[in-house]
């Protein structure tokens, strides 16, 4: 961040300062911006947020413990203070101040309803071998975690690369208005909250904020394979760049297959040339979010041999997407616990055959939630997916993925065994009675369902060190 006395924080939120001590120099805010008192170290800005169960207003004495140079805060509180009308507002309005004072800041903005933070992580790792770059780990993709994000950039960073969600129209372009993107993705359109938004029309009528939101300097990078996602090319002035799989697209993919390991692998075409990449992330459905980061990056005015290289050797940056373990008996474990709907759950079930040639294969399904009407058709649709694919045993997580278990056994040629269970607890003692060494087991479903657990009971030693959510974003999750 860069520092910035009280005075200024007042300023670009329209705040007052309270709190000072009367003869004392003005404090300076170096950074961060946090908005959990624990994390507050010398220097830093603890925004004190209503909580679920806490009011942030109650943790300022633990902050200015542990080194805050002030609060930012509804209510005046014991210490240095800035007071604003709305502390989450604030944050927005704090964040685009900073923003301004950096012009050499390049914002990438990425939506979609599938795939931000994997494609966020590749973007970030691409482009930082272009100049320094700030990206958030996991998803912080809300209101509260864009801002916190676009805080910790100052003079040296040349890109800042930021996942924009959404739950309802003017959301993405809300998270624009704080930091405006010179370059925006728009990943695809699917189903993911589908239930608050009523019809894929009204993502896409949201999504396509982002582009609306470019400058006419900007690059829109759209994906051409997605009907939807490719007509937004008429909502912007900023120049189109396409990306895909087809013929059409300006940054595409020629040649692709799969290794052993379900890592894609292609040829990557663009105008100025092309080079091959071999993706170190498994699933077909990662192409093209390296297709995107590679429009991004050229965008950014890289070469496409250096794009090539720095996606073959991008890894995974935010936990439980597509996390592929092997066991030392031989169990291959996915771990792709970290949300699901319809599309990523096909993905899934598409690497898991793919790993699973020869082998016996073992899905673990919970529930996609947030589908509204279309739910239960929906789970039983991947039910169907997943007995037709074969799968050796398919263990059913909870009441809520119920028609995933109906969906299954309406396929009278599938002879794997159906295993319907009310909990993760359940679920890992009904694999551990089954699995064989060389299995390969698919772990997936809705945040709410936390089948991670599951995955880490099958592989203790990879578990996470609490088991805590790692980028649960604060503010609830989006789109
Ligand atoms: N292009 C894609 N199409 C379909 N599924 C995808 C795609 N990219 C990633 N996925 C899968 O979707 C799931 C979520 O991935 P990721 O976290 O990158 O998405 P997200 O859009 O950031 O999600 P959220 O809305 O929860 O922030 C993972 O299971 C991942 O493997
Ligand atoms: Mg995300």
């Known amino acids: 961040m860069i520092p910035l006395p009280l005075s200024t924080v007042a300023e670009l939120t329209g705040g007052t300062v309270t709190g000072l001590p009367p003869d004392g120099p003005e404090p300076v805010v170096r950074g961060p911006v946090v908005i959990d008192s624990r994390e507050a170290v010398p220097g830093a800005l603890f925004a004190a947020l209503p909580g679920e169960r806490a009011d942030g207003h109650d943790f300022a004495p633990a902050a200015f413990a542990g080194g805050a140079s002030a609060v930012l805060a509804a209510r005046p509180v014991d210490g240095p203070a800035v007071v604003v009308p709305d502390v989450q507002e604030a944050l927005g309005l704090l964040a685009r101040g900073v923003l301004a004072r950096l012009p050499d800041a390049v914002v990438t903005g990425v939506t979609g309803s599938a795939g931000k933070t994997s494609t966020k992580d590749l973007i970030a790792q691409v482009v930082e071998r272009a100049g320094p770059t700030i990206a958030p780990v996991g998803s912080f993709n809300n209101e509260i975690g864009l801002p916190l994000t676009a805080l910790r950039a100052d003079e040296g960073t040349r890109h800042l690369v930021l996942e924009m969600g959404a739950r309802g129209i003017g959301h993405i372009a809300y998270l624009c208005g704080i930091a405006r993107p010179a370059i925006g993705v728009v990943l695809n359109v699917g189903s993911?909250?589908?239930?608050?938004?009523g019809s894929r029309e009204a993502v896409a009528q949201a999504k396509g904020e982002m582009v609306e939101a470019l400058p006419a300097s900007g690059t829109a990078v759209l994906n051409a394979d997605d009907p939807l996602v490719a007509a937004m090319a008429s909502r912007t002035e900023a120049q189109v760049v396409t990306f895909g799989r087809g013929p059409d697209a300006t940054v595409r993919a020629v040649d692709e297959d799969l290794d052993e390991a379900g890592r894609g692998r292609f040829t990557l075409v663009t105008p100025e040339g092309e080079a091959k990449v071999a993706l170190r992330l498994a699933g077909a459905h990662?192409?093209?979010?390296?297709?995107?980061?590679?429009a991004v990056a050229r965008a950014a005015g890289m070469g496409v041999a250096d794009v090539?290289?720095?996606l073959s050797a991008a890894g995974p940056r935010s936990r439980w997407r597509m996390e592929v373990t092997d066991r030392p008996d031989g169990v291959t474990v996915i771990n792709d616990a970290y949300n699901a709907n319809p599309e990523s759950t096909r993905a899934a079930l598409d690497v898991l055959a793919h790993l699973a040639r020869g082998r016996r294969a073992f899905a673990v399904l919970g529930e996609m939630a947030e589908l509204g009407d279309t739910s239960v058709a929906e789970h039983a649709k991947i039910g169907q997916h997943v007995a037709r694919s074969g799968v050796a045993g398919l263990v059913v997580v909870g009441d809520a993925a119920a028609p995933v278990a109906e969906g299954a056994a309406q396929v009278a040629a599938w002879t794997g065994e159906l295993v319907q269970v009310d909990d993760v607890g359940a679920a890992v003692t009904a694999l551990s009675g089954r699995l064989r060494p060389h299995d390969v087991v698919l772990v997936k479903g809705s945040r709410v369902a936390g089948l991670e657990?599951?995955?880490?009971?099958?592989?203790?030693e990879a578990?996470?060190?609490d088991g805590a959510a790692p980028d649960a974003p604060a503010g609830g999750a989006r789109a």
Do not use: I, Q, S
């Not at 993911?192 to 938004?197: I, S």
């Not at 657990?453 to 203790?460: D, G, I, S, T, Y």
């Open 192 to 197: 993911a909250h589908l239930g608050e938004f």
């Open 286 to 294: 990662m192409v093209p979010n390296a297709l995107a980061a590679a």
């Open 308 to 310: 090539a290289d720095a």
């Open 453 to 460: 657990r599951v995955a880490a009971a099958l592989l203790p």
């Open 463 to 465: 578990a996470g060190p």
